[in-house]
């Protein structure tokens, strides 16, 4: 057998749709709810979680979800009861997975939740009289702006960075003091108060573009770190759900390290490739890519972790207040995600237009958009933004309006 032959039938054989791991089976077009629930089921505590949860008396979906992964462990699986469950009534209408992420988030028990859940601290404060007004909320998701749409490169590490660096806001974007009674230059920064188990990020790929008077998508290529450090904690990639094409259509996939094998795996609806290759550079290098969209990092080191993934520390855990307040919440209905993406089953006829509506209080975190907050609202709060201020300011959910209505 010559080194010709040897060659092609080693190429053939890595080709192989053979994986450890089985695919999702899912009714209609529901490529972004596999992708998630192929993280989840590939992220071992929450995976254990919800088997140590799934009792028929419980009110959280957590054994649809233990139901599922036990079938998962053998074969491929359906996802049609949970579709369900989760109220999807049309299952060719594409939505957005980091919505969907965050709607199973919020239908399982805590203990399986916890895992990806995290506490930041909003602080802002007046330049003039040092007035400060703290606000601790919860997230499942951290929302990263990707800045200028004609960039064709953007940094995770640097955007992050940008994330929870102090600002100075100024001029036409100057906050209202109550002590003050007027507008002031101001401070505002995020701290993270809690470090998840999980950190998710969201690359913002879907942004509105002035010039063009529409949504977009980024193309650009993202410099993904395969290593962050947030709080003297540790984390390393494990999962990236990619998204393909653009507002006309596309298609969702997720690319997750198994924490059985050691390998990276491409589960794309009910096939599962190995791409161990394209991840096996040193945890020191990053990975560029063009359709990254959800980022998971799994923190490894920086505080004492329980078995169950809870990972409490006196001086790390979130305040008892938001905790109450982030078990009694209840996913909204009404709410999308910003970017409403007609994917897979869109054939690219009138996308609706958006209109934000500010949420306060939200005991988690939703998706961003960049909207401005009117001066009718500054009673509500010590400090308050006057102009759109990027992801430093106000997390806004979006509801979807008609055309008519906008």
């Known amino acids: 057998m010559n080194h010709y032959t040897v060659m092609n039938f080693r190429e053939k054989l890595e080709n192989l749709s053979v994986s450890d791991y089985q695919g999702l089976k899912g009714p209609g077009l529901t490529c972004y709810l596999n992708s998630v629930l192929q993280v989840l089921f590939m992220t071992e505590d929450f995976r254990e979680a919800v088997k140590r949860n799934c009792s028929e008396k419980s009110t959280s979906i957590d054994a649809h979800l233990g139901e599922l992964f036990s079938m998962l462990e053998k074969e491929m699986a359906q996802t049609h009861n949970i579709a369900i469950k989760l109220g999807i009534k049309d299952v060719y209408e594409q939505r957005d997975a980091a919505e969907y992420f965050e709607k199973i988030l919020c239908r399982t028990s805590p203990e399986a939740s916890k895992i990806f859940k995290g506490e930041l601290n909003h602080k802002s404060t007046c330049l003039k009289c040092n007035e400060t007004n703290d606000s601790k909320n919860f997230f499942w998701v951290l929302p990263l702006s990707m800045g200028d749409p004609k960039s064709s490169t953007y940094n995770v590490r640097q955007g992050l960075d940008s994330f929870l660096k ?44 002035y010039q063009q008077n529409c949504y977009v998508k980024l193309q650009c290529k993202a410099k993904v770190v395969q290593t962050l450090e947030i709080e003297n904690c540790r984390y390393r990639l494990y999962a990236v759900v990619h998204h393909y094409g653009d507002l006309m259509g596309g298609h969702y996939t997720a690319d997750i390290k198994s924490f059985e094998t050691g390998n990276w795996y491409c589960f794309n609806d009910n096939t599962v490739k190995c791409v161990h290759k394209l991840y096996s550079k040193s945890e020191h290098k990053s990975i560029s890519s063009t359709t990254a969209y959800l980022l998971m990092y799994k923190m490894v080191s920086g505080r004492d ?19 109450d307040r982030c078990n009694e919440a209840e996913p909204r209905e009404d709410l999308i995600s910003e970017h409403l993406l007609q994917t897979e089953s869109c054939k690219g006829e009138g996308i609706p237009r958006l209109k934000g509506e500010i949420i306060r209080n939200e005991p988690c975190i939703n998706l961003v958009c960049l909207k401005r907050q009117s001066d009718s609202c500054s009673s509500s709060r010590t400090l308050l933004p006057t102009s759109s201020q990027e992801d430093m300011m106000v997390y806004v959910s979006m509801k979807y309006t008609s055309e008519e209505n906008c």
């Open 305 to 323: 972790k329980k078995t169950d993934g809870s990972a409490q520390e006196a001086n790390c855990g979130p305040s008892d207040e938001t905790e």
């Open 166 to 209: 102090v600002q100075t806001v100024c001029q036409d974007n100057q906050m209202f003091c109550t002590r003050c009674n007027e507008k002031q230059d101001a401070e505002i920064e995020y701290e993270m108060t809690h470090p998840p188990d999980v950190l998710t990020l969201l690359l913002k790929r879907f942004s509105f573009d």
